[in-house]
């Protein structure tokens, strides 16, 4: 009786050799965990590539002397609304600080505080909002409150504040070279304006330019309403015109304009003067007309510093 198996006994040494070369090429196949990967950038003086080093096992332990099971692991739960909205917000900030925003602060004499805020918001038109602010302070000591009330007629002094913005765009043409625009409200005593004014600058002789300039706007006030009396809003209108000439080497002006509005309803003329003495130092004079016939004279003296 003669017994086979299926192979037969021809293929059994082409099956041991299968098997064999399977053993030997699976480890070949296994990726180590932390195999070093070369790096694509070389040293400019070297031609071989550097590789990145495979973490030692005495490096030390980040997580050492930390319990696990007490993490609060809640602080992960957060949807995707919520974190854009973090991320949103931190953007902000960060245009922000960027944008430069300028506060500067002044001390009053009568014991307030002139603080302004302003900001840029378009480079392309020189585009600013801000706000100007007088803040007050809680007296403290019964001589404060006396001190605050004597410089302020027997009152306290009460925080007020207007918010504005400011823009200057380009002209049209020859007919003149800047156009400027200028908005302002004040809340607390119910006031706004809007204000716009075309600039045209030309050189005269050598270092002597001429500079005209003509302005408008308009300014609201509004009453608050008592009983019997309800209130009501009124607007008045106005206009000027100033034409400048300025000596560049001497480091002298000399301006002439007039102005009207609808509530003196005639022009009103002025003329001034500026001087340079020395470096941020002028002093300049002016003479004009008042609504009330009067002559209005004034000579001041300025220093100015910007850093």
Do not use: C
Request: proline share 5%; hydrophobic share 35%; aromatic share 6%.
């Amino acid at each position: 009786m003669e017994f086979t198996t299926g192979f037969g006994w021809t293929r059994l040494p082409l099956a041991a050799a299968f098997i064999l070369g399977s053993v030997l090429t699976a480890p070949a196949q296994i990726i180590p965990p932390f195999s070093p990967a070369p790096s694509t950038a070389a040293a400019p003086d070297d031609d071989e590539a550097e590789t990145a080093e495979a973490p030692s096992v005495n490096d030390p332990d980040i997580m050492k002397g930390i319990d696990v099971d007490k993490l609060d692991w809640g602080q992960l739960a957060i949807d995707a609304g919520t974190l854009n909205d973090i991320i949103a917000a931190k953007k902000r900030a960060q245009a922000a600080a960027n944008n430069g925003m300028n506060w500067s602060s002044n001390t009053n004499t009568n014991g307030s505080s002139a603080v302004t805020v302003k900001q840029s918001v378009f480079e392309f038109w020189d585009t600013r909002i801000g706000a100007d602010m007088t803040v007050t302070s809680e007296p403290r000591t019964m001589s404060e409150l006396l001190a605050q009330k004597a410089a302020n007629g027997g009152n306290l002094p009460q925080s007020s504040g207007s918010a504005w913005a400011a823009a200057t765009a380009p002209g049209a043409g020859v007919i003149w070279d800047k156009t400027a625009v200028e908005a302002r409200v004040d809340p607390g005593s119910e006031q706004s304006k809007l204000g716009a004014s075309l600039t045209k600058s030309m050189p005269l002789t050598g270092d002597t330019s001429l500079t005209l300039q003509n302005g408008y706007s308009v300014n609201q006030q509004g009453t608050t309403a008592v009983p019997g009396v309800g209130g009501h809003i009124t607007r008045n209108y106005e206009t000027d015109q100033t034409a400048k000439v300025t000596i560049t080497d001497t480091g002298t002006s000399i301006s002439a304009g007039q102005s009207l509005s609808t509530t003196d309803d005639k022009w009103l003329r002025k003329v001034g003067a500026e001087q340079k003495l020395f470096d941020n130092v002028t002093v300049s004079g002016s003479v004009g007309e008042t609504s009330q016939g009067a002559i209005n004279k004034s000579v001041t003296a300025g220093f100015k510093k910007s850093w």
